[in-house]
């Protein structure tokens, strides 16, 4: 599949389509010589464009179509991953996916949503857009987890939980509530890993951890900017301004002390390259695995209680009477 | 000019009116049954219709008026928020700020306070929806763990009236992270034995919802509250329908089984009390006294 290119990106494609076109000459020297420059220019090109994108490019890095996911991250940093499905009380969510898998040799559970690849994929995983089954789902396999002591590995990346009609009937909000809830006491290590988009309560309702990460072009927001931009602006289309406003960028998310640490991307993106993406990822979480797996239970609750407790006293004041 | 040619002034717009609020005056129009109700009425009847029993949406202050059997003591006033983003949208957050303290004579959308109900020394946490919609930001956050942390010190049962559109849109991520630090101290009032009971009222939706509205031991609410997830408007474009009648409110949402009870103002004190005795707090206090060595 040719790689998707963003609205932002032309300087890229264009150089990509240049590539692509000489690739279908006759192989020679020169020929070779070229498309080498050009892959250079690449390079340099998307160096400068991805160091100082917007906000708004950012969120559309965040949702970049071919932005690897929590299956190619299954695929290339787990081993023997056995999916788990259902809730056990309604249905199995496709958006939300929990199984079990080896991290270099040490067993974990892996917590995450999916948005699909294809259109038919697509629709079959909703879009990402989780149920209330989704997150009971991942309760459970979450409270499994915690029964045999083994790490919890989550991976968030949806737009925001299914805003439909089954959704509150079946009670997404009571799902989403009592899963951060019970997340803040279970009893394992649990790391977060914002990979996409951080979708509001629909990211929260799995995205509490002992440690919260984020990669480097992920966006995390208590509404999206389209959203956001429609409620105060009444104009959909101040999307971009919305984003800015937001402070939605790992960075931004850094400063204000909600996520811990920021995942590296390959140059331009863990679209243009997910093996490296993922190898970034990998070296990451082996090390605040460890670190985390090396604390008590009562130590790493405590500190996880305080990390979450402590959100906010940064943008409160006190004033006297 | 000819009489039909004349133009028009267009008729003044009137203006909009509030609908659940109580306005100035002596007489009031009741959105539920269009009857004009005397307002020294509706101070005895804690603000719903005596003929239709609508419920009147309630100011923090007046809610813990209706629950409360004297005087309370009121904690952590004095908060009040940076602006931690520097939002500005068509107005700066700063400015949304100030005119909703100058609104409700509050620092920010909550009054936390314990006081006794029914003889029952109780922590409460009403939400003032005039300011700002009653929404959360980091200020609503820390006071409602605090009050939690503070109830279970005390070994106090917690209250908390929900009366908001969610998460505080102006403070970015940092007001989603309020549900997190507000969940993680229930789950210790939880672990404590200490009781939680959550009364929702008109509306509760958003982020607030998906947090510590429905995690009570007990979920009450006033009728016809609108509660949900996400907003009716943003439901309707999903589907692209119109949503039934009644979707989203008390009732419905009872139905469906996500409420234990839906209780008229006038009884709200009364089954608060018997649901806190079913669950020994007044007690709690003594009994915490007896162990300690």
Redesign the interface.
Known sequence: MPLETLEFEEPIAALLKEIEALTQLPRTDARDREIEALGRRLVTVRGTLYKSLTPWQRVLVARHPNRPGLEDFIQRLFTGFVEIHGDRRFADDHALMTGFAEFKGQPVLLVGHVKGGDTKEKIFRNFGYARPEGYRKALRAMRLAEKFRRPIIVFVDTPA?????E????????A???N???M??LDTPIIVIVSGE?G??GA??IA?GDRVLMQEFAI????PPE??AA???RDSSKKAE?AA????TAP??LE?G?IDEIVKEPIGGAHTDPAAAAQLVDDVLTRVLAEVGAMTSDARLAK??EK??N??????????? | MAWFKKTRKPMAAPAKEKPSRVPEGLWVKCPGCAQAIYNKDLVTTLNVCPKCGHHFRLGAAERLRTLFDAAWTEYDK????????S????KPYRARLKAGMEGTGL?DAVIVASGAIDGIETMVAAMEYEFIGGSM???V??KI?RAIERAIGARMPVVIVCCSGG???M???????????I??????L??ERLPYIAVLTDPTT??V???????GDLNIAEPKALI???GPR??EQ??RQK?PDG??RSEFLME???LDLVVDRRELKATIASALRFMGAGALATQSEAVSP
């Open positions: 939980a299914y805003p439909g009609i959704s509150e009937e079946r009670g997404v909000a009571e989403i509530a009592v951060i809830r019970d803040t006491v951080g509001s309560g929260l309702g509490i995390y927001s208590v509404i959203g956001c409620l105060v602006w919305a406003a937001l402070k939605l931004d998310l204000f909600i996880r209680y979450f407790r959100m906010g006293r940064a943008g409160i004041e006190f004033l006297e009477e | 004095d908060l009040v928020s940076t602006d931690p983003l939002f500005t949208d068509t620092r930001g980091v200020v956050g820390e763990a998460a505080r849109m403070e970015g991520a940092l007001s989603l992270m309020q549900m997190a630090k969940c993680a101290a229930l789950a210790r939880d672990r958003g982020g919802t998906a947090s510590f509205a429905m995690l949900g997830f996400a943003v439901i999903t589907i949503l979707f989203q469906k089984g996500m």
